[in-house]
């Protein structure tokens, strides 16, 4: 095997060998990887916290080699807030879905970006609840079906999606803001280099850091495994572009 392809396929130590429960073609793992690898590379993995919201992506708590603490749903900034102003030097982020982040705990990240909290927030949005099966969330995107949208998310019944991005960017205790991808190769390599701004964010105490990763839930979506990254393409990114939205100077 080539060093190339050795690199590829090297496992981040922070990151466990055991079988995980999330399905086949999910972009979860692939943000967490890339996250974890993030942590490695800066030498923090004794340094680290994270809080975890409720949903798919709770499973890792036991594969991540780093301390983690469970949230009831949507309390983690919250939980966050009380950990670093106790423990300032430590790193610490929450790991939530945007069923839990933005549908059921959006009170708590707004008042956390607004307050400048030190922290930063991560939200691995697929646009459903996935742990539930596939049902409507806060970001799921006008005329996708869900199993409590049948017909497709009317926005004269159910709204339009909520972008928390754009949301937050202004406030004034906001640092850093993002949003990422992982259903493409080019993606994660964009998404590390973003998870890794906004924890440089908090480790030089700039304030309150944000990224917003869109990954793929083809069983919540309804479609086939191989089709995930494609209707991702198609459904998702038009309304959740990626890009850094707000950056501190210097950084």
């Not at 990240?109 to 646009?127: D, F, K, Q």
């Not at 803001?177 to 906004?198: C, D, E, F, N, S």
Request: aromatic share 4%.
């Amino acid at each position: 095997m080539s060093t190339d392809m050795q690199r590829v396929f090297t496992r981040s130590p922070l990151l466990g060998t055991n079988t995980h429960s999330l399905c086949p073609g999910c972009g979860e793992p692939s943000a967490i990887r890339v996250l974890m690898e993030n942590i490695e590379e800066m030498e923090e993995r004794e340094n680290t916290v994270c809080v975890l919201g409720i949903g798919c992506y709770t499973a890792f708590a036991a594969l991540m080699e780093i301390d983690c603490q469970q949230a009831m749903h949507g309390r983690a900034p919250a939980q966050a807030t009380g950990i670093k102003r106790v423990l300032p030097d430590r790193l610490v982020f929450t790991l939530q879905g945007d069923g839990d982040m933005v549908t059921e705990g959006i009170q708590e990240v707004i008042h956390a970006a607004a307050r400048g909290e030190n922290i930063t927030a991560i939200c691995l949005n697929n646009a459903a609840f996935g742990e539930t099966g596939g049902h409507m969330t806060a970001t799921s995107v006008v005329g996708q079906k869900t199993k409590s949208t049948l017909g497709g998310r009317d926005p004269k019944i159910h709204g339009h999606p909520i972008r928390l991005p754009e949301m937050l960017k202004d406030f004034d205790g906001v640092a850093y803001i993002a949003r990422g991808t992982v259903h493409t190769p080019v993606g994660v390599k964009k998404t590390k280099k973003l998870l890794r701004a906004a924890l440089e964010t908090q480790r030089q105490g700039l304030g309150f850091s944000l990224v917003e990763i869109v990954t793929m839930c083809p069983t919540g979506w309804f479609v086939p495994t191989a089709d995930g990254p494609r209707f991702q393409e198609e459904n998702l990114l038009p309304i959740f572009p990626v890009g850094e939205l707000k950056r501190p100077p210097g950084l």
